[in-house]
């Protein structure tokens, strides 16, 4: 599957099925998003690759982010000690979102109930305590 920016000047390719799709709440992701979460579509880093222009990358604790230096698009998040890339869900085709969970729930800005679990910290899928906040 080929996603890109806004403006078109950044393509990424991705070549799996994501190993997991969810909401952000950390407080990391509402910073660089301006958002109070973030839909994340996470693969293994290879299985993303960008294939054209060159995006612009920066971090704000350890994980560095990647968007369109034209647009502004945020691409991905570079988990770089699990060797994944979470992608913006946003910029996936319509449907292709399908959110399983929602992590770092510990920070929400406000309660969500939409049926998912809600994970005070990282979900466990990625080592965190199987433990749920309660809205």
Known sequence: M?????CGNVELEISA???????????DCQAAHGAAYVPES?????????????????????NPRAFCRDCGTRLFI???????????????PAG???????????????PIQDGLP?????APQFGGPDECVAW
């Open 17 to 27: 099925e994501p190993m997991a799709q969810f909401f952000c709440h950390c407080d």
């Open 78 to 92: 570079e988990v770089t000690a699990l060797r994944l890339r979470g992608v913006n869900g946003y910029m996936l």
């Open 2 to 6: 080929r996603v890109q920016c806004s």
């Open 42 to 62: 996470v693969y293994r880093a290879d299985e993303v690759m960008v294939v054209k222009g060159e995006p612009a990358a920066w971090a704000l604790e350890r």
């Open 96 to 110: 292709a979102f399908r959110p399983e969970y929602h992590m770092q729930c510990r920070f929400a800005r406000q």
């Open 118 to 122: 809600h994970y005070r910290a990282i």
